[in-house]
């Protein structure tokens, strides 16, 4: 085995297993902007910015797929001001920061129904996705317009429609047919999801992928969430015996 020392903190990891896929519900951005007296849009920046850090970690230590809850079908509740923040901000990432991805081996693939995205959103989307998909190195996974709940929706209703078809067999539906149809379709599930602020609870993400996921809670907001808490968060999960319901 493979220990490394962090400098950033005293766990000691073992570089041998780390989890290949985390997830992370990044949580916290407007609590961090309030306890600042900023404005929200400030927090969602910071957020951002958060994020830009943790994929290099992750990639740094070797983590193969990362997948983060961006934006969910319930976020469009929000304030309308908040909602165009987001999205502007998310404009000016795709359009700056992950087309510099490309140089660093990483590959993006955005996971929800896009198509409620404004079009130049969409496109943007598709061009990166593109030109980043003969990427081997960490597999970035954006949640946008995401929801499990919505996700199995859709899954059901393209199965549904192959057994109305006459191509399948209701019988005949496995839970790796169910996997094949969701966003993640060849992607392995999670060994580790990460929630931060203090919540501890789902929040409708990847329902179907994290039945067997360790879980990480940390009171640290998203914006604050750094190397050290990535690397709390991942001893967590090497000191914890995963039995798969097997006893």
Same mark, same amino acid.
């Given at each position: 085995?493979?220990?490394?020392?962090?400098?950033?903190?005293?766990?000691?990891?073992?570089?041998?297993?780390?989890?290949? &896929?985390?997830?992370?519900?990044?949580?916290?951005? =407007?609590?961090?902007?309030?306890?600042?007296?900023?404005?929200?849009?400030? =927090? &969602? /920046?910071?957020?951002?910015?958060?994020?830009?850090?943790?994929?290099?970690?992750? @990639?740094?230590?070797?983590? /193969?797929?990362?997948?983060?809850?961006? +934006?969910?079908?319930?976020?469009?509740?929000?304030?309308?001001?908040?909602? !165009?923040? #987001?999205?502007?901000?998310? @404009?000016?990432?795709?359009?700056?920061?992950?087309?510099?991805?490309? /140089?660093?081996? #990483?590959?993006?693939?955005?996971?929800?129904? $896009? &198509?409620?995205?404004?079009?130049?959103?969409?496109?943007?989307?598709?061009?990166?996705?593109?030109?980043? /998909?003969?990427?081997?190195?960490?597999?970035?996974?954006?949640?946008?317009?995401? =929801?499990? %709940?919505?996700?199995?929706?859709?899954?059901?209703?393209?199965?549904?429609?192959?057994?109305?078809?006459?191509?399948?067999?209701?019988? !005949?539906?496995?839970?790796?047919?169910?996997?094949? &149809?969701?966003?993640?379709?060849?992607?392995?599930?999670?060994?580790?999801?990460?929630?931060?602020?203090?919540?501890? @609870?789902?929040?409708?993400?990847?329902?179907?992928? $994290?039945?067997?996921?360790?879980? +990480?809670?940390?009171?640290?907001?998203?914006?604050?969430?750094? @190397?050290?808490?990535?690397?709390?968060? #991942?001893?967590?999960?090497?000191?914890?015996?995963?039995?798969?319901?097997? %006893?």
């Amino acid at each position: 085995m493979f220990f490394q020392q962090t400098e950033t903190n005293n766990y000691e990891i073992d570089m041998e297993r780390v989890p290949q &896929h985390i997830a992370i519900i990044m949580d916290g951005n =407007g609590r961090w902007a309030k306890k600042r007296f900023l404005p929200r849009k400030a =927090g &969602h /920046k910071a957020g951002a910015e958060a994020l830009e850090r943790i994929i290099e970690d992750c @990639r740094d230590l070797g983590v /193969k797929h990362l997948t983060v809850y961006a +934006f969910s079908t319930e976020n469009w509740k929000r304030s309308q001001e908040e909602v !165009d923040a #987001i999205m502007d901000l998310l @404009r000016q990432y795709l359009k700056n920061y992950f087309k510099k991805f490309l /140089k660093d081996d #990483i590959r993006l693939n955005v996971i929800g129904d $896009i &198509h409620r995205l404004d079009q130049d959103i969409q496109d943007s989307i598709l061009e990166i996705e593109d030109l980043s /998909k003969d990427k081997t190195g960490l597999f970035v996974h954006i949640a946008l317009n995401y =929801g499990g %709940r919505d996700e199995l929706r859709r899954a059901i209703t393209k199965i549904a429609a192959e057994v109305e078809q006459g191509n399948l067999k209701a019988e !005949d539906i496995t839970e790796e047919m169910i996997s094949d &149809h969701l966003d993640t379709a060849n992607v392995p599930d999670p060994e580790l999801v990460i929630r931060t602020s203090g919540e501890e @609870r789902i929040s409708n993400f990847l329902l179907w992928q $994290i039945a067997y996921s360790e879980f +990480f809670f940390t009171d640290t907001l998203w914006p604050d969430f750094n @190397r050290a808490s990535l690397e709390e968060a #991942i001893y967590y999960y090497q000191n914890r015996e995963r039995r798969f319901g097997g %006893r």
